[in-house]
């Protein structure tokens, strides 16, 4: 492993980085580091280079059962619960600044072991610290009320709400570092106690993450994380009786295994789960900044975002002109690895995911799909796909259904302004995410917004990534509301108390 390290594909990581990667790495379960129970290890992949750069232990159910052990303990005797809010917020607020403080690090490494170029890791890092800063915020906020009965007699009635207690966090690779951030911070501010099971495919930031936590002060117990596979680890996690609640984000289809494992001890469960966006494009947009946003609505992060822009909508007025733009956009893209300072869009994250979305943009072909974006030749044996735009697809082509989870867009022309044909349209799809919506005309955006049933819609810019505003998804795109305050409810359980005065 050091020798890969140590080829001049990786003489820009800076020294902490590269130490960090080609070090032993262990699981976090008690506040001690440790191996699996088995001594199983797994490789991690650059999905740059399609080479192994570290190995990471392969936890199973045994050291799922230590870490949710711990963690209980944690949380029904350990100091975390019972702190003062305003201290939980301070050690939030310092966890926040170490996130800061080893960004460059945070982002090298997620250059490396998810892909993503440099630059956008950077932005990712330091909006996970605003993330956590505005959870932070809450600790002290938590407030239940009095309540006014109407029973007879003297009373004195409110409601508290207190920390749902141990929880398990199951979560995808395509963000290794907001995901973790996203799940964490909410569940940390209130004062629960967690197991974090990263995604198998990049392990690594949630492992670096530990030690900022183990660095920021943080009761040991308190964050566990268990590195391994979602059909051993993750699914030992998601039916432990002992686990209070788990908080899922990935796939629909794994999300639906995640409620069935629950069933045993009916724990509560939240799911992020897939979508299959649509932006419209109204003639009257700026156009000048709606055609590169609904290019980066799907190109971004190779289109390995659950919120992409995967079905454009643009009216036939300006069709030729976006749709074009859009390709161009597409072609002009620089993929390549992430480390390289020149790349705006990197690997996708296996050589699974690879093979997946080109069968996907092959049978969108042999559907009968008009496909356009430039052939590439990629000079490493990364998981690279350029990016794909479709036309003349039909609403029952696979393409126009399924989510990709690639660089893979279509794109479908409307006639009029009918605004309810157009939301119908819209909503002939199982997900409910996100929309986006690019007119002048406020009131059509407004009106459309009413539509659409996802649980996010942006107008005149494509998802805002701000932590105050509540994520998450309409039918099988999921359950619960991650960011803002509607998050802390997922984590939270309300008590009543009546107190007769009489
Ligand atoms: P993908 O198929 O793209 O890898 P998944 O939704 O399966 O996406 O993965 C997201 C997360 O869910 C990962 O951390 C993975 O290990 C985990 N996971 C996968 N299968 C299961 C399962 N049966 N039970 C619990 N977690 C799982």
Redesign the pocket.
Known sequence: MSTVLSSSRYASLGASSARFIGSAHRMLIDGRWVEAHSGKTFDVFDPGTGQVVARVPEGGAEDIGLAVRAARRAFETGPWPRMKPAERTRLLMKLADLIEAHGDELAEIEAVDNGKPLAVARRGIAGTAEMVRYMAGWATKLNGETVDVSVPGEWHAYTSREAVGVVGQ????NFPLSMAIWKLAPALTVGCTVVL?????TPLNALRLGHIIEEAGFPPGVVNIVTG???TA??A??AHEDVDKIA????T???K??VE?SLGNLKKVSLELGGKSPVFVFPDADLERATPAAANAIFFNAGQVCSAGSRLYVHRKVFDRVVEGVIGHGDQLAVGHGLDPASQIGPLISRQ?QERVERYVALGEEEGARRFGAPRVFDSDGYFVAPSVFVDTAPDMAIRREEI?GPVVCAMPFDDDDLEGIAAEANRTEFGLFAGIWTRNLSLAHKLARRIKAGSVSVNAHMVNEPALPFGGYKQSGWGRERGREVLDLYTSVKSVAVSLD
Do not use: Y
């Open positions: 199951i979560i995808p690779w099971k990263p995604a198998e495919q596979f979602g059909a993750g699914a996690l998601a899922f984000t990935g796939s289809a794994t999300g295994r995640i494992a995911q989870f």
